[in-house]
């Protein structure tokens, strides 16, 4: 049975059986690899994508969940990395491997979209959800500020 | 090893070597929007490293692989300085597996590792840049029919001031006669340091405009027409076989194509990644026990170990000896000892390891793509696994999500997975490790038990450094071939075990040998992580002993050490060292990593109820010699931090009966946002030839922590990482 929905505003279906994590669908099937794959467990966050505009774990969303849904995901963001954050990351140098990045940024995207101006406390509270290895969460503070200041 | 130097410049044959095998090449910003593949790379190539097209564009290959540590970019920067070329007009192209052209001198095969990549490749790719150049501007004198000496160079550009006359490097390239052998350039002749254009100017490093937009493309991102997903079981110890196979539920999930048995494992190929995760969680498979690690515990492994090290009539090999350590502690006016203590850990790269193989369908010939610190052996074990020649392999390299040591060794198990799939499934395969697969086939940091003895003489000094090593084998198990030719010296487990950059007269540190069939790896600073946590640990509480100050105790060791000295002092002076806190205390720590100096300070507190430690800020100097891009150093430094802090804080890997006990990031924890302290990173400028700035750092933070708790609450912890139970239990 098909679900249907829809990724970065363009109509989308799947297949894929009911309790397939949608971060399989999106990546290998709608070939969306901007998303990645880190742990499968809602512990790192390098899966996150927006649905229906709210920060999401899309290894912990089924594909049950999605039906009529709109989701978006890092290549939705912007169409030419012109989303403040996206400027404030190069600004900052922020990626160093760069496999948690879409992540970070798409994280960081929904704390902008609910807390326009966060404070720090707010930035490092919600960020504390996204893992990056290389540890570049200096700069991930510094840009979501510069990102909330120039936005 | 081989000396690159020596080896080129090239013959005039080898200058007209392809790109073959490459998938991908970046362009800087602003040239084009899109990568390009290196079959594109046109032009006039000037040697092996450089091609220069019509219209201006300059290829440079970059030996480096890219794992986030930036010198895929800092190489070809080096090398387009001293051609004087226009940065914005510089490609970058990933070099081919061709070993006799582009390999580390240090390692001897293409290898992105040790922080070395920039030391050991800078002063050869200077020269080749100059060659470039002075073929250009030969080529130009000619033309104009003026004396060489006439010329100069802006970027990407010959002038010729008398005339007014210039030509573009690409105008250049249309006619240039490429010299059968390479222009002399002697090394005065290269740039003065104020000369520089790229050097020390921070370019933006050349894929990140791709990481923040989801461009950029990691192996685990290839997608091949009428690929299969696999996915492996693997003996939770290495060197045991599949005994028993159940796969009757795996061979009941929908979409799943074949279950094959490996030497080490079992694998499972399927249409989906779904399916193919899911069937390998329906097999049941049961191991042979021969293997060696069968029945080890690490936690009776470690106690072990530190009767070893403490048992002074068990004689170890000597790795490094200065003067007459038996002698001069026998004289010694006062002693002191203690033991230290590290456990497994492991690498957490966010991309878990994958790789993409296509196999011909009779075997001969195999195409994969994969992302690797090591080209060379990624090439080699792929060739080994088909029982056919390198030359029958084509490889494509990928950008890392994360390397720290753990995308190298020299079988490329998750390579060779991929490999070994697709042979037998008749289809391009991706091979994928889960998180769980990630951790539970490991290859660790090693454990290892430090018993050290000082001798102080009647003035207080110290004189007599005794480090007895006991550790888990790495490079052996790692790298046999670099193990055998390292003469058997085990350089990833033993590094900084010496007391590099103090003046301690008499020195002896023995290696105990020890191995326990565990799978280990070199992991971000090696050695000098587990090594400098004794070391500069037990420094610190030398001094506390003595009633002097840690950072007046080894400023006294470092007076002939003026380098050294100036980090310390700075670091002292930036984070304010005398001035005390309240229900906070620093702890500072110095270390020699092969030639770059750092220094490192830790502000804690500490919660006494539930023992957890709180790292508020820290303090880094590093001086690397000329920082090549200075941002970088500065980004580098903060990341070998926060790899440093969870190393020292809560990353542990447990092992019972062969077997590792955790599995994903809520049994084994790695330092998030809220838990990383505010840092402060001065890089120290210098002139010094470069050296390397990867994970420098790391090696800093246990100690720095250990060392502050001491200030703060008088307990010395010794045994890493610093968990609340270890630290309440320190407290008493």
């Known amino acids: 049975m098909a679900t249907n929905f829809v990724v970065n505003g363009r109509r989308a279906s799947t297949d894929a059986p009911p309790a397939t994590p ?29 649905v229906d505009g709210k920060r999401a774990f899309s290894c912990q969303t ?3 969940e999605i039906a009529g849904k709109s989701i978006t995901t890092i290549e939705g963001l912007s169409p030419d990395s012109s989303h403040p954050l996206q ?23 929904a704390l902008l979209k609910e807390v326009p101006k966060p404070t720090r406390a707010q930035i490092v509270d919600h960020m504390s959800a996204n893992i990056c290895r290389c540890g570049t969460y200096q700069r991930i503070v510094g840009a979501v500020e510069r990102a909330a200041r120039e936005g | 090893m081989t000396d690159l130097a020596t080896r080129l410049p090239v013959s005039r044959r080898q200058f007209m070597v392809g790109a073959a095998g490459l998938t991908f090449a970046f362009a800087l910003p602003g040239v084009t929007d899109a990568a390009l593949p290196a079959s594109e790379r046109v032009g006039k190539e000037f040697n092996p490293w450089l091609s220069i097209a019509p219209d201006g564009t300059i290829t440079i290959m970059s030996a480096a692989t890219e794992m986030g540590q930036g010198s895929m970019t800092s190489l070809p920067l080096i090398l387009a300085e001293e051609l004087d070329a226009d940065w914005s007009r510089v490609r970058i192209v990933p070099v081919p597996p061709i070993d006799r052209l582009y390999s580390n001198p240090a390692y001897g095969m293409i290898y992105t590792a040790g922080s070395n990549a920039v030391r050991v490749y800078f002063q050869p790719l ?24 006439e010329l100069t160079t802006e970027p990407s550009v010959v002038v010729h001031a008398k005339s007014g006359r210039r030509l573009g490097y690409g105008e250049i390239a249309t006619f240039a006669e490429i010299p059968d052998k390479a222009p002399e350039i002697k090394p005065d002749q290269l740039k003065k340091a104020s000369a520089f254009r790229l050097i020390g100017k921070d370019v933006m490093r050349i894929e990140v405009p791709e990481k923040v937009n989801g461009r950029a493309q990691f192996a685990i991102d290839v997608h091949l027409p009428g690929m299969l997903y696999g996915a492996v079981v693997r003996a939770p110890v290495e060197g045991a076989a599949p005994d028993r196979i159940d796969d009757a539920k795996a061979r009941a999930v ?12 079992v694998g499972v190929v399927a249409e989906t990644p779904w399916a193919a995760f899911e069937a390998k969680r329906a097999l049941a498979v049961t191991w042979t026990r021969t293997a060696k690690a069968w029945g080890f515990d690490s936690d009776a492994g470690l ?29 010694a006016a006062t002693a002191m000892d203690a033991t230290y203590l590290s456990d497994y850990a492991y690498h957490a790269q966010m991309e878990p390891l994958n790789a993409v193989a296509s196999v011909s369908a009779s075997g001969d010939a195999a195409e994969i793509w994969t992302g690797t610190q090591s080209p060379t ?28 040591g753990r995308r190298g060794p020299r079988d490329s198990d998750f390579t060779v997975d991929a490999v070994l799939l697709a042979k037998q499934a008749g289809r391009p395969v991706k091979v994928m490790w889960t998180r769980e697969d990630d951790i539970q086939n490991g290859r660790f940091r090693p454990l290892s038990a430090h018993y050290l003895r000082a001798g102080m003489d009647s003035s207080g000094r110290l004189v007599a450094w005794h480090h007895r090593h006991v550790g888990d084998r790495v490079t052996p198990f790692f790298d046999p071939v670099r193990y055998e030719a390292n003469k058997r010296r085990d350089g990833i487990l033993m590094a900084g075990t010496e007391l590099g950059g103090y003046d301690v007269p008499h020195q002896l540190v023995e290696q105990l040998y020890q191995d326990t069939g565990v799978r280990t790896a070199p992991l971000r600073g090696i050695g000098f992580v587990a090594n400098k946590f004794a070391t500069e640990s037990f420094m610190d509480e030398i001094a506390r002993q003595r009633g002097v100050d840690p950072l007046q105790f080894r400023l006294g060791m470092l007076a002939k050490n003026p380098r050294a000295a100036k980090i310390v002092e700075r670091v002292a002076a930036m984070a304010d060292w005398r001035r005390e806190r309240k229900g906070r205390a620093l702890g500072l720590a110095y270390i020699d990593y092969s030639g770059t100096q750092v220094a490192g300070i830790a502000e804690v507190s500490l919660d006494r ?4 430690i709180a790292v508020h800020d820290f303090w880094c100097t590093i001086d690397c010699g000329i920082a090549i891009q200075p941002d970088n150093v500065v980004a580098q430094s903060e990341s070998s931090i926060v790899y440093g802090l969870g190393i020292a804080l809560s990353e542990r890997i447990t092992i019972k009966d062969g077997v590792v006990q955790q599995s994903n990031f809520y049994d084994y924890h790695v330092p998030r946002m809220n838990e990383t302290p505010m840092m402060h990173i001065e890089v120290i400028p210098s002139d010094n030839v470069p050296t390397g700035v990867g994970q420098m750092a790391t090696p800093l933070v246990a100690p720095a922590i250990g060392n502050a708790v001491a200030r703060l609450a008088g307990v010395r912890l010794r045994h890493a990482p610093f968990t609340p139970e270890r630290v309440k239990q320190a407290l008493g």
């Open chain 2, 609 to 612: 109820t539930s023992g957890q």
């Open chain 2, 254 to 265: 929908a979409g799943m194509v074949k279950v094959i048995r490996l030497p080490y494992g």
């Open chain 1, 62 to 64: 089924q594909v049950s």
């Open chain 1, 22 to 50: 949608l971060l399989w669908v999106i990546r290998e099937q709608l070939k969306l690899t901007g998303t990645k794959f880190g742990c499968g467990t809602g512990l790192c966050g390098a899966c996150t994508i927006h």
């Open chain 2, 303 to 331: 106690a072990a170990f530190t009767a070893t090290a403490r048992d002074l009539s068990q004689p170890g090999s000597e790795w490094f000896k200065a003067g007459d350590l038996r002698d001069a502690l026998g004289k």
């Open chain 2, 377 to 404: 052996t990624a090439h080699e074990a792929t060739a080994k696994a088909l029982g056919i020649s390198r030359d029958k392999v084509k490889l494509n390299t990928f950008l890392m999500g994360g390397g720290f």
């Open chain 1, 87 to 109: 400027k404030a990351w190069l600004a900052a140098q922020v990626p160093q491997c760069g496999y948690c990045q879409s992540g970070q940024i798409m994280s960081a995207a």
């Open chain 2, 126 to 149: 200077r020269m080749f840049g100059a060659q470039a150049r002075r073929v250009l501007l030969d080529n130009a004198a000619k033309r104009w029919g003026v004396p060489v000496e």
